[in-house]
């Protein structure tokens, strides 16, 4: 079984900047791609970034140029520092990695969320 934790949400202002953490933890074999997706209120969960095992990342427009997504796979860990956040950015923020287990095969898992705020 595979567990994904996420942190770092919380309340910033317009222009400020959060870095959101994901562990993965479990029987790991091997983390594949890893990515981070936004949910606003009642709309579709979306991608935001992601990143290979070898470190290729892909953003949407949107992000570009102020998120950077990276991980640490000694720690089975992905990073998302968000800078000079919007109030648009304002979503639930989940974690997600295509895993091989040593007992299932390769698929994909979610973390809880984390609400990252952007309010004066």
């Known amino acids: 079984h595979v567990q994904l934790v996420e942190s770092g949400g919380g309340l910033v202002q317009p222009g400020g900047s959060l870095k959101l953490s994901c562990a993965a933890s479990g029987s790991i074999f091997r983390i594949y791609d890893m990515g981070w997706y936004l949910q606003a209120p009642g709309k579709q969960r979306e991608l935001v970034a992601s990143?290979?095992?070898?470190?290729?990342?892909n953003y949407v427009d949107s992000v570009k140029g102020r998120f950077t997504i990276s991980r640490d796979n000694a720690k089975n860990t992905v990073y998302l520092q968000m800078n000079s956040l919007k109030p648009e950015d304002t979503a639930v923020y989940y974690c997600?990695?295509?895993?091989?287990?040593?007992?299932?095969?390769?698929?994909?898992?979610w973390g809880q969320g984390t609400r990252v705020t952007v309010s004066s």
């Open positions: 997600n990695a295509e895993v091989l287990t040593r007992a299932d095969p390769l698929q994909r898992y």
């Open positions: 990143i290979s095992s070898g470190g290729t990342t």
